[in-house]
């Protein structure tokens, strides 16, 4: 009788692995590729998010350059000086002007600012009722006259723009408004009825334009003539 051998164990493979270790092979290649494609999958996810992320960013950044200029532009414009706060400081720095020559000439006065039809307009007011301020009027407002022009020299040296401020004095131009009305209305009246060309004395700048105001409204015309100091006004028939 043969002897039978029965073989026990796992089958093999063809290489000569037995079936188990096949198994454990695949089984390890099978993790290996797991997680391989799980690496891969949150290589993949991080670098969306990464991007995502980036682009959430760019688009909160800050402004360009040039968008940043532009506003700053913008802004420097936009703190500009308005015309009356330039005119403020006209008055201000005519104001402390004017002070100073209070106290070398040893006069009081206080002085007043406004800003009215476009100008910086200054008054030295002494409220004693004394004469004292008569000095810097003069006669006929000559030195009034000079001193609002030094005035006006003294803001443009700081301010470097040409000032147009008014200076009065005790009142001296309100009063003298009033004369200057009443002799352009005379003016008016004598050329309405003797239908001829009128001529008034000299006068400067600030007394020309009160008359001519006065003339214009009445319905006449008139004209300043002359130069220098004998410029005045001529009032013509309508």
Do not use: C
């Amino acid at each position: 009788m043969s002897d039978s051998t029965e073989t026990t164990g796992s089958p093999t493979t063809d290489n000569g692995t037995t079936a188990e270790q096949a198994e454990v092979v695949d089984s390890a290649q099978d993790s290996t590729a797991a997680d391989a494609a799980r690496n891969s999958a949150e290589t993949t996810a991080q670098g969306t998010a990464e991007s995502t992320a980036e682009g959430s960013t760019a688009s909160t950044a800050e402004p360009s350059d040039g968008t940043a200029v532009k506003d700053d532009s913008a802004d420097a414009a936009s703190s500009r000086p308005s015309r009356t706060e330039l005119l403020e400081e006209e008055g201000d720095i005519a104001a402390d002007y004017l002070e100073e020559l209070l106290d070398v000439t040893d006069l009081d006065g206080d002085i007043d600012i406004d800003v009215a039809d476009g100008r910086a307009q200054l008054a030295i007011l002494n409220d004693d009722g004394d004469d004292g301020l008569d000095v810097l009027v003069g006669r006929d407002g000559q030195v009034l006259t000079a001193l609002q022009e030094l005035t006006r020299l003294t803001v443009q040296a700081q301010t470097g723009q040409r000032s147009w401020l008014m200076l009065d004095i005790d009142g001296y131009r309100d009063r003298r408004k009033d004369d200057l009305r009443k002799v352009a209305s005379e003016a008016v009246e004598s050329v309405q009825s003797e239908g001829r060309t009128v001529s008034l004395r000299p006068m400067n700048s600030f007394e020309r334009k009160v008359v001519h105001d006065v003339v214009a409204k009445a319905g006449l015309r008139s004209e300043s003539e002359g130069e220098g100091d004998h410029r005045h006004v001529v009032v013509h028939p309508a």
